[in-house]
């Protein structure tokens, strides 16, 4: 996905071409290198604690200083041969560098640190991290920028701080189809002389392209982000990607003429094909159209829905909610329960897919509500009934104070937390202490290897002792 640029101080940075030889100290939570230098944080991607490493200063801020790692002149023992030649480059993988068991060690630590936070969970241990079966070629979707250079185009990630877009070339990470759509497209952008998205300028028409990959049925869904809406240049380009991918099974047009890194604008419109892509997770068909979101890893993604079908344990006499619940893959794996269930998300996409995909699975006992959560929790407040547990799968800013309290107040005696974020994960976890929930159980799962993310599954049970 592509990044917004970092900013290492208020004031604009001071360029130099100044080297220096240090020891890094310790990775932070983005899982880049830092150590101290001339009495400032000196962040060098690509590093591991205790390396000493010659590094170019690229910039100077006035309390943080950016790195460029020259050499390793003294290696730790966790450092491996990167699976790929652009790890020096591409900020995609920022631990791709590290051994795959140093890389599930490092990310039960971040989640131990942020629970060590706080009191109430001081005593709270997460069990070993799932590891991935595999860790390359496991994403199955990605959104990357596209710049033209010369009449060259290069499609891939930005270069960090920059606008400068590292092509990607035939990414080890991305599911093979992925890369097969990518290079298809950056021959047929040079081809057609596409007009390709300038973000100095804020001129051009191709910003963004967007791919989604069913691994089950070796199918694929692509997005073209453009700047403005048009139908005959992309029209053109998206025949010809579906003659030399025979995959591909539709391809939509997204207008975002915004001027921010956000990659979708607010209007999708199908240009060939299908309006969405069926994808299976478990015993589940999905539907997933462009911009819904999805998790990147199926392999991952089903031993979380398992583990939380298992947590949840519902029988038909049950009643459960689903909050947060994106395109439903959650929501309709506790249904075959036979639970009624309620799912609650404010993308009006996401709950469209989630209708449409409880009808192809004939779970009759769906319920989804497109809504703010805050809101929709309060108006279904009197009419829902005991709830036998409650899932909350939130984005990475966890949920509000206002959700955790009327989550506690409908008091269902099992709530289930998936987090990506160990940072909001834990000031969650507190605050629902404070509600009356204590934790049973942690399990963090590896969905996204050679990156610091770690998603966790964390069960919490109603503490009678304690009132909501």
């Known amino acids: ?64 200083s950016i790195g460029r790692l020259i050499k390793v002149l003294s290696k730790s023992p966790q450092r491996v041969i990167p699976g790929c030649s652009l790890a020096g480059e591409c900020p995609g993988c920022p631990l791709i560098h590290m051994g795959y068991p140093q890389q599930l060690k490092y990310k039960e630590q971040l989640i131990t640190t942020e629970l060590r936070t706080y009191s109430s969970l001081n005593q709270l241990k997460p069990y070993p991290v799932i590891a991935a079966p595999h860790t390359f070629g496991y994403r199955t979707t990605a959104k990357l920028a596209i710049a033209k250079n010369r009449g060259k185009a290069s499609i891939g990630l930005y270069r960090r701080g920059t606008h400068d877009v590292v092509d990607i070339g035939n990414c080890p990470q991305q599911h093979p189809l992925i890369n097969k759509v990518i290079q298809a497209l950056r021959e047929e952008i040079e081809k057609q002389d596409v007009y390709v998205y300038n973000p100095i300028t804020k001129r051009g028409l191709l910003r963004y392209v967007a791919v989604r990959v069913s691994p089950t049925s070796n199918k694929v869904l692509v997005t073209l982000v453009c700047a403005q809406r048009n139908y005959r240049e992309m029209t053109h380009l998206a025949k010809w990607l579906k003659k030399k991918v025979p995959e591909i099974v539709g391809i939509h047009q997204n207008i975002n003429g915004s001027s921010g890194n956000v990659v979708f604008g607010p209007t999708t419109v199908r240009i060939i094909g299908a309006v969405d892509l069926i994808d299976t997770i478990g015993d589940v068909r999905l539907r997933l159209s462009p911009s819904s979101f999805f998790q990147v890893n199926h392999a991952q993604a089903a031993k979380i829905y398992h583990l939380v079908t298992e947590w949840a ?87 509000s104070e206002e959700v955790l309290n009327t989550l506690a107040q409908l008091a269902p005696s099992r709530l289930i937390y998936v987090s990506c974020n160990p940072t909001s994960l834990a000031r969650d976890l507190d605050l629902l202490s404070h509600c009356g929930y204590q934790v049973q159980q942690l399990q963090p799962v590896d969905m996204f290897p050679q990156t610091p993310h770690v998603e966790s599954v964390v069960l919490l049970s109603k503490d009678s002792d304690k009132s909501a």
């Open 1 to 64: 996905m592509a990044k917004a640029p970092q900013r290492t101080s208020k004031r604009p940075h001071k360029q130099t071409t100044e080297t220096a030889t240090v020891t890094i100290n310790y990775i932070n939570r983005d899982g880049v290198g830092v150590t101290r230098h001339e009495n400032k944080e000196l962040l060098v991607a690509g590093t591991l604690p205790t390396e000493e490493v010659k590094i170019a200063l690229e910039y100077q801020g006035q309390q943080r």
């Open 313 to 399: 344990a519902l029988s038909s006499q049950d009643s459960a909610l689903d909050l947060y619940c994106g395109v439903g893959g959650i929501a309709m794996h506790l249904a075959s329960s036979g639970a009624k269930i309620i799912g609650v998300e404010i993308n009006p996409e996401a709950i469209a897919n989630a209708k449409a995909a409880a009808e192809l699975n004939q779970l009759h006992n769906c319920r989804f509500i497109a809504g703010d959560a805050t809101e929709t929790l309060q108006n279904l407040q009197q009419d829902l009934p005991q709830l036998s547990a409650a899932v909350v799968n939130p984005p990475r800013s966890g949920c």
